[in-house]
């Protein structure tokens, strides 16, 4: 929408709309301010499948995969390697980490543009011992990276939802996320997690020292991550609250 030929488009094809459903609260409140009947928006958070993402998933065989000792405390990010996830930023806090706390290995999941940049920095900052890439992993054995993981960390610099906090949370994981889109939709700072400002490589530091210190905390807030999904993140919710718009529509 920065184009002005897009953003017309964009306001044309809203208004034009008889339903629009917005996945977050950023993106709802962007909805509404450029649309002339508010009513016509709603607010229908995403969800994900909580019988796949679950607590008390077995991830030793992924740990075994990778050759992680079992004395070592796992940080997991799964994102495409772009400029609006942020990975540069969880990278450039693994000096101050491991400097505090150097069982610490970090598993970066996903592909994508930058992954060569992201993989030169590892190496010029000196934690490439302290450092997995995976590349993509498969559509199975997501679950069972977030079971194996300790710490999950959503860095993003954009993002409209971020099903990956939310799939993190349904396994049990205390999640460090960006204060942006709709992460904060889904992490109660200090409840299940934490949020940083964007692009605050030092914050993002500080919260996985805490947690990897705190390890009764991080486990609780894990647990009350669990509970935030199945309340408010079901996709099966989310299926109900659209259904019902549909059948409204099919009425009119």
């Not at 992993?137 to 959503?154: G, K, L, Q, R, T």
């Amino acid at each position: 929408r920065l184009h002005k030929g897009i953003d017309t488009i964009v306001r044309s094809v809203l208004n034009d709309a008889d339903v629009i459903i917005a996945a977050s609260k950023a993106t709802f409140k962007e909805v509404s301010s450029i649309i002339t009947e508010v009513e016509k928006a709603h607010l229908i958070p995403n969800g994900i499948d909580i019988e796949r993402f679950k607590l008390n998933l077995d991830g030793s065989a992924i740990r075994r995969k990778l050759e992680v000792k079992e004395d070592r405390r796992i940080v997991f990010t799964l994102r495409r390697h772009e400029p609006k996830n942020g990975i540069e930023y969880l990278i450039r806090a693994i000096p101050i980490v491991i400097k505090n706390r150097n069982d610490a290995i970090f598993v970066i999941g996903g592909d994508g543009s930058l992954k060569k940049f992201h993989e030169r920095l590892a190496v010029k900052l000196g934690i490439e011992n302290n450092v997995i890439f995976t590349s993509n992993i498969s559509f199975n054995e997501v679950p069972y990276y977030y079971a194996m993981s300790d710490i999950i960390v959503v860095p993003s610099i954009q993002e409209a939802f971020g099903l990956v906090v939310s799939e993190a949370m349904a396994c049990g994981k205390p999640v460090i996320g960006s204060k942006v889109g709709g992460i904060p939709d889904q992490i109660i700072d200090g409840y299940n997690g934490f949020l940083v400002r964007p692009k605050d490589a030092r914050a993002i530091a500080k919260k996985i020292i805490y947690l990897l210190n705190n390890p009764d905390e991080a486990r609780h807030m894990g647990i009350n991550g669990r509970k935030v999904v199945e309340t408010k993140f079901n996709i099966k919710k989310r299926t109900e609250k659209i259904n019902a718009l549909y059948e409204i529509l099919a009425r009119q």
